[in-house]
């Protein structure tokens, strides 16, 4: 028999107060826990259809079980890879990635946000990312930072193979 199981109704409304405790992120939400590799994730969103969750510090890589615990239960443990990197830009709209100008105005297509224009040849330009791996020095998961994190090297970002 599958069983299903259901997150809080309360989408957007959840107890943050008191959540976040020297600058570091809750690893349980409004009674909504995730747990990978057997070890409580860091909770940042909880929604009737989505959580947000950081996974905590672990040498592993390859396959691991995640898991959702709340006041009704246990999920059954589905497999999802564990990586030490994945890099990713944020995007708008799942088509633009998430730019700025050196000045930090918007940069995207004109028109598609107030204000917004594209960049110019040989424009430095600002692009917002995740998953770039282990900082220098490095942050434990789930630390709010109240400064930019420097990776060891700079990454290498191409467009179109150049």
């Known amino acids: 028999m599958k069983k299903t199981y259901q ?74 890879t564990l990586q030490s990197a994945n890099p990713g830009l944020f995007l708008w709209n799942n088509k633009y990635a998430v730019t700025q100008h050196a000045d930090y105005s918007i940069l995207a297509p004109s028109g598609l946000f107030s204000g917004s224009t594209p960049a110019k040849p040989g424009e430095t330009v600002i692009l917002w990312g995740t998953g770039l791996g282990t900082t220098n020095p490095a942050q434990d998961p789930g630390t709010i930072s109240s400064a930019a994190n420097q990776l060891p090297a700079p990454p290498a970002v191409t467009i179109g193979n150049l």
């Open 7 to 80: 997150i809080s109704r309360r989408c957007c409304a959840c107890d943050w107060n008191g959540a976040i405790v020297n600058g570091q992120l809750p690893t349980s939400l409004d009674n909504v826990k995730v747990m990978i590799n057997g070890k409580a994730a860091y909770i940042s969103y909880i929604s009737p259809g989505q959580i947000n969750a950081l996974s905590p510090a672990d040498t592993a890589v390859g396959s691991v079980q995640v898991q959702v615990v709340n006041t009704g239960g246990t999920s059954d443990a589905i497999t999802a």
